[in-house]
């Protein structure tokens, strides 16, 4: 207790500080509607010491717009900025920090008023990897990298997951789900033209946890629209798509390779080791030239870990909303954002996970074109500044925005009038029935009602649109000892009507008596309701919502008497009137039955404890109502059995908030057997024939929830056709210019087989493998095939697939010639050079690999030059290479080629003395002749206009002092130095060709040069 006081204290005198400190930014509260803050927990529960900045998510209740977060350790007090405080709801606010010191620390959160929450103590751990990843980001890595990555690379999985955690800290860093970039003006970047927005609001090519921005062929980045981009999942798999493609064919491929060609600036070579080392925790150099089974990713990955906004807090759909924009493009083509279409409403951060603005976002893929449009709510201009960009061009660094000129750095107009009106979704609109019970005991309650009659009406008319109410009353059979003689099970007090008069009169109508047991005819009133056949029937679902708020203090007779109805009679009458959600009032407290009434229909149950609560809980019930999420199960769909439906929920939304959860139940049992955070769509196969409510569930960002169905009819098929079978030929393959096909023995063959839509579906699949001398025979297909064990030739592969009612399909062929022969690299080493049993070249030999396959051809021929003190690394072939830059000395050149279905040779190795030439002497008097001199190996190069006589090992060299004395005879060649005078730069020298005895000369004068 102690302690606790002491804390206390602490922070009550650091708030002090804070509101002196903060004195100009007042706020105007009503404190009676603030609530006192509470912090349940935060997230990550022990958050690690970083010098950078993290997300920390705190979990609680009665959070508010105007919370403030203070932190403290020892001594020392913190009052997070409000720029780094993020409200997200009453029960979670992200906070971006710093946690620079290891220790206990605490977290308070004050309201306005003065109302201060609990202090919550967490620890912060000691660490060496300072980086953090959101770990839905870090889940995904763990689920995609294997399907990409290649065993041929000298790196371990680990290594190559640890790689890709560096790029998206490296690129998207805090900004996570929706970094923007903001590097490059007029390349990645892009100020708004209008003067008063400028740096404001900016167009970004590079989004993103990886900032897909352009190239990525084939997946062509330049031309993804900005809610691709978006999508992490996407992102994620392309670029572990790139570098499985970059490197395919790339043997023992290195980190340190990854980084020389990656398109990624966060690890090139200039800033992959200090992002390694903050991902990982160790050192690039131990890493970057292969396999290192120190690094534990899963080690790693709980050290990475963290909460970041989630990308449904900053992308969020909110439906489909009326565009007003019409604007003419740079070639002139005027195009028109006319309707109602799906828009999100996105933050766009920095790297560091500060919000940078927002902006709203749709686009028109029949138009090829998106817009941002910039959300300065509140302003004179709001709603008027935008980007437009045409994501099926190219420029000439990627799809930009419209008004581009190269070379600028603004783009984008400024509207003559708002783009869009947000308030203006194309939402469904509700049909409502207030169903009451009117039984004496509500006597004081229904006074209530009719009291606030207006004002409920006033209250739906200001939330909603388009709206329809009806009013149903009930009482009991009236028989005894149900009910009195003038009692009944339910009454029409108002069809459907959208005249605020009307059912204001008709509310003030209702009148109270009768009942004589406990429980009323509950049911009978909900099905009559539900029915709605007498009330001028309920509207479509592509109209409306269907709701019924039903109010009562007393439970309903369950099994009821006369019509023997139960609550699951009115759940599944509800579930099939497309659906009906029920939304329950208790009066005076909990009523049996009506929360499980609520519950099973997708409804809501409110408690009104006395008479004074009832029409404020009625109030709290339309509010709610008003806030619900659409859920949208789109079309009806009638298909055959077997056939693949796909259930497509993604035009759900939320007026006032993010749907946070998807779920379907694909048989319209009541069991949700499938759920998402982020899609509503999936796919269901019906075996049987039937008609299936297939309903789908979603839930927002408050917990509120709405289902929608839609009904599969499954139609047996009439099967006379033969299924379709297609044959895969998995990597390593190659197809030349005539279309040839060539493999090796480590290509799979796939058959996939698919019958018919409302087929009986496929019974078995059949391939035969045969050339002249070799045939398989038929065999019955079960898993990927290889053509193991064959020598090299060209098969023919025939196949077919039959259904289950025996439909035979054709047989299909396909030639394929077998390749596992590696090819062949010669090297060709050209003069000047020198051969003994040492090999001797100059800077000036000129070295040539070729290399010949006699099967699917060449690849890639590779090489390397290297000894103890230096390495090339492997280099990509593509033409004679010299020896220049390098010190004398002695060299492995190392070489090896691969085909094109992937067959590689075994390395190949020769060893050369690299030298260079001491001394050369050219002839001062016009005759041509040329004297080259190394003193180290005793070698000399003669030229003549007539006949360069190569590199040769003197008969005799000696050098004392400045002059050198050269004497050579051989069966081609003569010389003797009769002066050389190395300081003088002078040379005197005479030679004969043995075999013509023609004579030359050459005289080198001193200072001539």
């Not at 010491?49 to 997300?55: A, D, F, L």
């Not at 449904?312 to 565009?323: A, L, T």
């Not at 008596?513 to 009559?528: F, K, M, P, R």
């Amino acid at each position: 207790m102690g302690k606790m006081k002491r804390n206390c204290c602490l922070i009550f005198e650091a708030l002090l500080i804070f509101s002196i400190v903060f004195v100009d930014m007042p706020y105007i509260v009503n404190a009676d509607s603030v609530p006192t803050p509470t912090i349940n927990y935060i997230e990550p529960a022990e958050p690690k010491q970083s010098p950078y900045k993290q997300w920390l998510s705190i979990i609680g209740s009665g959070f508010t717009q105007e919370s403030s977060v203070n932190l403290s350790i020892g001594s020392s007090h913190y009052r997070i900025p409000p720029e780094r405080t993020e409200y997200i709801s009453p029960n979670k606010i992200y906070i971006l920090v710093g946690l620079t010191d290891a220790g206990s620390w605490s977290i308070l959160v004050e309201n306005p008023g003065g109302l201060i929450s609990n202090i919550y103590s967490f620890e912060v751990k000691p660490s060496k990897i300072f980086a953090t990843l959101d770990e839905h980001l870090l889940d995904l890595i763990d689920q995609y990298a294997d399907d990409y990555f290649r065993s041929i690379w000298n790196i371990t999985l680990d290594q190559y997951k640890a790689w890709i955690a560096t790029i998206a800290w490296g690129e998207g860093g805090l900004g996570g789900y929706t970094a923007h970039s903001q590097g490059n003006l007029g390349l990645d970047v892009f100020n708004h033209k209008n003067e008063t927005v400028k740096e404001k609001f900016r167009f970004s090519t590079g989004i993103g946890p990886f900032q897909i921005d352009r190239g990525g062929e084939p997946d062509n980045w330049h031309n993804w629209p900005t809610i691709k981009k978006l999508n992490y999942t996407e992102t994620l798999k392309s670029t572990l798509q790139w570098h499985n493609r970059t490197f395919y064919s790339s043997k023992n491929a290195t980190l340190e390779d990854f980084s020389k060609k990656t398109v990624w600036f966060a690890v090139n070579q200039m800033n992959v080791e200090r992002n390694w080392k903050d991902v990982t925790g160790m050192d690039w150099g131990a890493h970057k030239k292969g396999k290192n089974e120190d690094l534990k990713w899963n080690e790693i990955k709980e050290e990475l870990k963290s909460k970041y906004p989630s990308y449904e807090e900053n992308v969020r759909k909110i439906g489909k909303v009326k565009w007003d924009l019409t604007f003419t493009t740079s070639e002139g083509r005027k195009v028109t954002f006319g309707s109602y279409y799906l828009t999100w409403l996105i933050t766009a951060r920095n790297g560091s996970g500060f919000k940078l603005f927002q902006y709203y976002y749709t686009l028109d893929e029949s138009l090829g074109y998106e817009v941002w449009v910039w959300n300065n709510i509140g302003k004179e201009d709001e709603r008027r500044h935008v980007f437009v960009r045409n994501f099926t061009k190219r420029y000439p660094y990627g799809a930009l925005p419209e008004n581009y000129t190269e070379g600028d750095i603004d783009a984008g107009f400024t509207a003559s009038k708002p783009a869009l009106n947000p308030n203006l979704l194309s939402a469904l609109g509700l049909d409502l029935i207030f169903t009451i019970d009117t039984t004496g005991s509500m006597w004081d309650d229904i006074d209530n009602v009719k009291a606030a009659a207006s004002a409920i009406v006033e209250e739906i008319d200001a939330k909603i649109s388009d709206y329809r109410i009806a009013v149903v009353d009930y009482k009991d059979f009236p028989v005894d000892p149900y009910g009195n003689p003038g009692d009944y099970p339910f009454h029409d007090v108002l069809p459907f009507s959208r005249d605020k008069p009307s059912i204001i009169a008709a509310i003030q109508s209702l009148s109270v008596g009768g009942g004589a047991d406990w429980e009323e005819s509950v049911y009978s009133a909900l099905i009559h309701s539900i029915e709605a056949t007498t009330l001028g029937g309920w509207r479509g679902r592509d109209k409306a919502t269907k709701v019924i708020i039903l109010m009562g203090d007393a439970p309903p007779h369950d099994p009821e008497p006369f019509t023997g109805y139960t609550l699951s009679t009115v759940v599944d009458a509800a579930e099939k009137a497309d659906p009906v959600h029920i939304y329950t009032i208790q009066v005076g407290g909990a009523v049996t039955l009506f929360e499980e009434i609520a519950e099973q229909t997708g409804g809501r149950t409110f408690t009104a404890e006395s008479a004074e609560e009832v029409a404020n809980t009625i109030l709290e019930a339309i509010n709610v109502i008003a806030k619900n999420p659409v859920a949208e199960a789109g079309p009806d769909q009638t298909v055959y059995q077997g056939e693949t439906v796909v259930l497509d929920g993604s035009s759900s939304y939320d007026p006032d908030g993010t749907i946070m959860l998807y779920e379907w139940d694909t048989e319209g049992d009541g069991i949700y057997e499938w759920s998402s955070y982020t899609t509503g769509i999936t796919t269901h196969v019906y075996e049987t024939p039937g008609i299936y409510y297939a309903m789908l569930r979603v839930t927002d960002n408050e917990g509120l929830q709405d289902t929608d169905f839609a009904i599969i009819t499954v139609l047996e098929s009439a099967d006379n056709i033969p299924p379709t079978t297609n044959l895969t030929i998995g990597k390593p393959h190659y197809v030349d210019s005539i279309g040839n096909i060539y493999v090796s023995v480590a290509a799979p063959f796939t058959l996939t087989a698919e019958d018919n839509p409302g087929g009986t579906g496929v019974a078995s699949s059949f391939y035969r493998i045969y050339n002249s001398p070799y045939d398989t025979g038929w065999v019955e297909y079960s898993i990927p095939f290889y053509l193991s064990g064959l020598p090299d030739g060209e098969y023919s592969i025939n196949y077919y697939s039959i259904d289950n009612v025996g439909n035979v399909e054709p047989t299909k062929t396909t030639t394929v010639i077998l390749d596992n022969t590696p090819p062949v690299t010669t090297l060709i080493i050209s003069e000047p050079k020198y051969v003994s049993c040492i090999t001797y070249v100059t800077p000036d030999t000129l070295f040539i690999l070729e290399a010949e396959d006699a099967g699917a051809g060449i690849n890639i021929t590779n090489y390397r030059i290297n000894n103890s003190t230096y390495d090339s690394g492997w280099i990509a072939y593509t033409g004679p290479f010299y020896l220049t830059s390098l010190a004398d000395g002695t060299y492995t050149i190392e070489y090896y080629s691969i085909d094109n279905v992937q067959n590689a040779e075994a390395t190949q190795a020769i060893n050369v003395t690299l030298f260079s030439w001491n001394h050369i002497f050219e002839d001062t008097y016009g005759r041509g002749t040329i004297l080259k001199i190394n003193l180290a190996h005793k070698f000399f190069q003669f030229i003549t206009p007539d006949k360069d006589y190569g590199i040769k090992e003197a008969t005799y060299m000696r050098q004392c002092g400045r002059t050198i004395i050269i004497h050579h005879y051989d069966d081609e060649l003569r010389l003797i130095t009769t002066v050389v005078d190395t300081k003088l730069d002078f040379c005197v020298a005479i030679a004969w060709d043995t075999q013509t005895g023609k004579r030359y000369f050459l005289i080198d004068k001193a200072g001539t040069e």
